[in-house]
Each structure stands twice: as C-alpha cells, then as structure tokens.
C-alpha cells in the first residue's frame, strides 16, 4: 500500500481541512493534484485550511511560500494554518499565512495572536482593492477579492460564497456564507443590511448561524473580531 | 434578428416543456414566426406534447451534424402556419450537441426570418442545459413553489449571469420568472412556499404564476398544447404570460384560494 501523504476532510461543509501526513513538498503537490482531479467540481475554488497537527516538529521544514503557491495554483483558496508547531509559527507568517485557532475539542494551545507579528497583509501592487457588484450573489457562485474589500448592492443567496482579504458589505440580505480577512487580516469586518448567512468568518475565525443569537437574525448587523471572539453588533 | 429566449429550471420535471409548448404556441398565434426547439438530446418530449411525434424524420442532431438541412428537420405544426418545431434526437448521444453547431442551428433560423425561437431546456446544468442557455437573449426561469426547485432556479440564475455569450460580452440577458404548478390551497396551509416568499429570495422580475391543473397532463397526453385550452384556468395563464412578455400589463390571476359558490359546493363542478 502507498503510503498516505495527504487527507482531506470536509468540516461544516465549507472550509475543507487539508491534513498533511509529510512536510515534503514535492509529495504533498502531487498527491494534492491527485485530490483535485478526483474532486475537481467540489474543490475548485473552495476555501481550504491546513492542518499540521501530524506534522509535529517537521512542520519547521515545511517551504510555507511553495505550499501556499501550490495550493492557489490547484484552484483552492488558503485560508490558513492550525496546530502547527509553534517554532514555525513565525516563518509561517512571514509566508503570509494566517494562523488559525485550533479546532474547539483540542486543548487551546499557545497561540501568539496574529496582531504582534503581522497586521496588514503586504498587498501585493496592482491587485483589486475594491470589487463592487450591482447583481445578486447566486447559489454556487463564488466572489473573491483576494487583496480588498466586496461590496454588493444586492442579496447573496444560501449556497453562495463571498471571499474577501479585506471587509464585506452586503446592502441586501446575506444568506450565504461570507469569510472576510482570508489572508489574515483580524481588522476585516463584515456589514450586512440583513443577517441571514450560513457561515460567517474573519481572519478564520467562523461561526455558523446556528450558533449566532437568534435576536440577531434577520438585522441589521457589523461583524468585528474583538480579541479572538466574533462579535455581532446590530447597526 | 430573431430573439432567443430559453426556458430554464436547473431542476427537472417543474414544467419546462409544457411552458415552452404553451409558450411558442402563444407567440405563434399572436402573429410570431416562432421556431421551438428541444434540447433533451434523448429524451425527446417537446414533439409529444406538440402533437407531432409521428411526422419526426429529421432532428436537431441530424442538422447540427450535418445529415440533414433545417427546412428538412422543421416540423410545421398542424394549428399555425407560424409555428415550427426542432424535435431532439431519441438516440443519439448527447456530446453530438457542439457549441458551433448549437450556433449555426440559431443562425439558419435567424437567416429565415424567426421573430422568436424558444429553447426547452433540459434539467440540470450540464452540456444540454448550458448549450440551450449559451445564446439567449431572454430567459424563462421555471420555478415550482418549492424550496429545492427556488435553489436550483438560484444556481440557473448566477448561469445565466456568466456562462452565456451576453454575459461575456458584459451585457445581461432578460429575466422573468414563471412559477408554475402553483396551487393557493397548499400556500395557505403551508405546503408551499408562497409567491412572494419565492419573489424575495430571487429577486427576479415575475412573469407569471400558473395555477396546478389537471388540464395540463390533459393537454400533454392528447398532443394539445395547454394554452390552448381555453377554459382551463392553467391554459389562461398562460395566455396572460405570453401576453405580458410581449409587453402587454396584465394582472396576475389565480393566486387566492378559489371560494366555492353554494351552487358549487352543492352540484360539484
Ligand atoms: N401547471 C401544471 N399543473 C399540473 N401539472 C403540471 C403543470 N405543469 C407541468 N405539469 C406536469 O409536470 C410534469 C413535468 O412537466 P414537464 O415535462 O413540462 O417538465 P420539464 O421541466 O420539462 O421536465 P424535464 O426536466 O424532465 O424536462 C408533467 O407530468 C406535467 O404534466
Ligand atoms: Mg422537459
């Protein structure tokens, strides 16, 4: 039997976890392309999360540049990185990745905030800072702005999905799943003329809206990180 | 320059067919040259619910591979003299459905002076259903009062926004919303979503509702297109949608409960 390189794992149906098995690169590129040819309808364009809980100490060897540029290349959206080992949280950083809060049954490990070392993304030159759109966002449509803000005049609908490295504003109901800050940015915020999103998140912080206070629902609301918490506030 | 308009779902089964039937007999009888054709490469449906099964020679493959020119494969149908028919092939297989000859196929007919063609489209959103939609420049988006059917109207909806050839050159096709098998007394007791309900989560301009009817598999099963079946309550509504597309204002009909008279209630009917 082939020795296994990579897992992927959907949670909540939206942010697919990418489990690596090895810190080689050149491994987890060919197995990773494997996956997406296998699953390309599913994965194109989904936001993933890498989780290098397996990885251990060798998470250090880990070539953070190539495995984001690998990723984005095979279509995904990186959104972050959880459990990696703290000494290659720094380089990890430097890479332009977010780290992300370890998942709620493991114990919190000591995860330095993200505003110490990297606040504002370096944005690339010439890239789209601002992605206005005048229709609705539809079911199994996915807008991304990847270096700025979205702003859409109308609804979004279930089943949508709205990507942004800066912050989100929605004049209409939003009922699709909204992720602000994808590239770390805990200063992104969402607003929404209705509140009625599947998934809500900032800098990979998320909540679904089972969680949200039903009170909530329905209003008019700004969505802030406040610490490592998602506040919503009505406006 | 004719105008391409397509009836779309992404769901099967909500009425696709018997919209577009009722649809292009409707232009028809207005004065329309109207050619309809079936995209449900082999499932053939639109000839039988136009009556003309049985005078099928050629079809939409044979002429997009070149077996066959469009005058041969047009059936003329037997109540208008505007209206014709393109069946889909029973057998042939569905990747015999190419873009370039998809475009060819509409440019024949635009060349022979069609005022309208209509594309039935298949469900889902594959090759059929992307090809019917790819030159539109109107579409129908068929809807059923029901929370799956809405959603796959959604995902047709953001379709149609970017896989056409309007939406690549920047511009927007036209879309109306037609909500079919609607039946008030399960509105009301909460079986089914209810227009406006519908209206609010697509935000699409609304064209029509037509009211469930038993006339409909009536008219299917005897080769009659409803819309001509004018006692029918779901024959009149479609009537009322054909007349609105073609700019006409008319009140939307049979969205309350019908009350039964005394008389009714008493001597049936
Ligand atoms: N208004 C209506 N009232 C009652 N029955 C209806 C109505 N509209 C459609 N139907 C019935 O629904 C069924 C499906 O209709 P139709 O074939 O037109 O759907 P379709 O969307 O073309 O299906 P497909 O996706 O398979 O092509 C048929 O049996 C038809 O008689
Ligand atoms: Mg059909």
């Known amino acids: 039997m082939k020795e296994q390189i990579i897992d992927l794992k959907g949670e909540m149906s939206l942010l697919t976890v990418l489990v690596l098995h090895s810190g080689n690169m050149h491994s987890i590129s060919t197995a990773l392309e494997t996956k997406c040819q296998q699953a390309s309808q599913f994965l194109e364009r989904s936001p993933i999360i890498i989780d290098c809980q397996l990885l251990g100490e060798t998470g250090l060897e880990l070539d953070f540049v190539e495995l984001k540029l690998q990723v984005s290349k095979l279509g995904l959206v990186p959104v972050g990185l959880r459990n990696l080992w703290e000494e290659a949280e720094a380089k990890a950083l430097a890479a332009g990745w977010a780290l992300l809060r370890p998942s709620k049954q493991q114990p919190t490990a000591n995860i330095p905030p993200v505003t110490e070392v990297n606040l504002t993304p370096e944005y690339p030159e010439a890239v789209q800072r601002l992605l206005v759109l005048d229709r609705p966002v539809r079911s199994g449509q996915q807008v991304y702005c990847p270096y700025g803000d979205i702003v859409v005049l109308q609804h979004t609908s279930a089943g949508s999905e709205l990507l942004a490295g800066g912050s989100v504003h929605v004049y209409g109901a939003l ?61 | 320059m004719s105008r391409i308009v397509v009836v779309t779902s992404g769901k099967g089964g909500v009425g696709k067919t018997t919209t577009s039937a009722a649809f292009a007999t409707g232009l028809a009888l207005k004065g329309y040259k109207t050619a309809v054709i079936d995209f449900d490469v082999g499932l053939r449906n639109l000839d039988l619910i136009m009556g003309c099964e049985r005078r099928v020679v050629y079809d939409f493959i044979n002429v997009i591979s070149g077996e066959a020119n469009i005058k041969q494969a047009l059936i003329k149908d037997k109540r208008s003299d505007n209206l014709f028919i393109l069946p889909a092939s029973q057998t ?24 309208f063609i209509v594309c039935d489209s298949p469900a889902g959103i594959e090759r059929g259903a992307a090809l019917a939609m790819y030159f539109a420049d109107d579409a129908i988006i068929v809807t059923n009062p029901e929370v799956s059917s809405v959603r796959d109207s959604d995902r047709i909806l953001g379709l149609l926004q970017s896989r056409t050839r309007k939406a690549e050159r920047g511009e927007n096709i036209h879309e109306h919303l037609l909500i079919t098998r609607y039946s008030p007394a399960r509105v009301a007791s909460g079986d089914m979503l209810a227009m406006e309900d519908i209206l609010e989560i697509l935000a699409v301009p609304l064209i ?12 299917s099963n005897s080769g009659v297109p409803v819309i001509l079946d004018k006692e029918s309550t779901a024959g009149q509504a479609y009537d009322d949608f054909v007349r609105r597309f073609l700019g006409e204002t008319v009140p939307h009909r049979f969205l309350e409960v019908e009350k039964k008279g005394l008389f009714k209630r008493l001597f049936g009917g």
Not at chain 1, 204 to 226: A, F, H, P, T, W
């Open chain 2, 92 to 115: 042939r297989d569905k990747d015999a459905l190419t873009q370039d000859g998809v475009e060819k196929v509409l440019k024949d007919l635009t060349d022979d002076g069609f005022d």
């Open chain 1, 175 to 235: 009922r699709g799943r909204v992720l602000a800050g994808i590239q770390g940015d805990i200063q992104a915020r969402i607003f929404c003329e209705r509140l009625e999103a599947e998934l809500i998140a900032i800098a990979g912080r998320y909540r679904l809206l089972d969680e949200i206070e039903s009170n909530l629902k329905g209003q008019s609301v700004m969505i802030y990180l406040d610490q490592e918490k998602l506040k919503i506030v009505p406006i």
């Open chain 2, 208 to 219: 029509g509702v037509i009211p469930e009817s038993v006339s409909v598999l009536q008219a």
